[in-house]
């Protein structure tokens, strides 16, 4: 079992910036590839970004590419979403999960194993 927590969300105005943490308790953190999804009012779960389990390799949706960065510190327990030039469309629930094939590149919340509760993003115009 894996506990996660998410942290960091808030309201931003359109083109700042947020980081988002989610810290891990319980099995070995890097056995695990994690990854971040969204969902917003009304719309489906979507993917944001994915790290293998030493941080080798990062996977990131078309919407988060040049914009977002997924980091980790195994150390800590801890994986990072940092967003930038924030848009009202990335207004959404912010998930973290976790992956116990580890590769880095599940893309599908099937595929994840463990999840956070989640924390709200609110970008404004």
């Known amino acids: 079992q894996v506990q996660l927590v998410e942290s960091g969300g808030g309201l931003v105005q359109a083109g700042g910036s947020l980081r988002l943490s989610c810290a891990a308790s319980g099995r070995t953190f890097s056995g695990y590839g994690m990854g971040w999804f969204r969902q917003a009012p009304g719309k489906e779960r979507e993917f944001v970004a994915a790290i293998s389990r030493f941080g080798g390799t990062t996977h990131y949706a078309d919407s988060a590419k040049g914009r977002f960065t997924i980091s980790r510190e195994n150390a800590k327990n801890t994986v990072y979403l940092q967003m930038n030039n924030l848009k009202p469309e990335d207004t959404a629930v912010y998930l973290c999960?976790?992956?116990?094939?580890?590769?880095?590149?599940?893309?599908?919340?099937?595929?994840?194993?463990?999840w956070g509760q989640g924390t709200q993003v609110t970008v404004s115009s």
């Open positions: 999960a976790a992956d116990v094939r580890g590769w880095g590149t599940a893309t599908a919340s099937r595929e994840y194993e463990y």
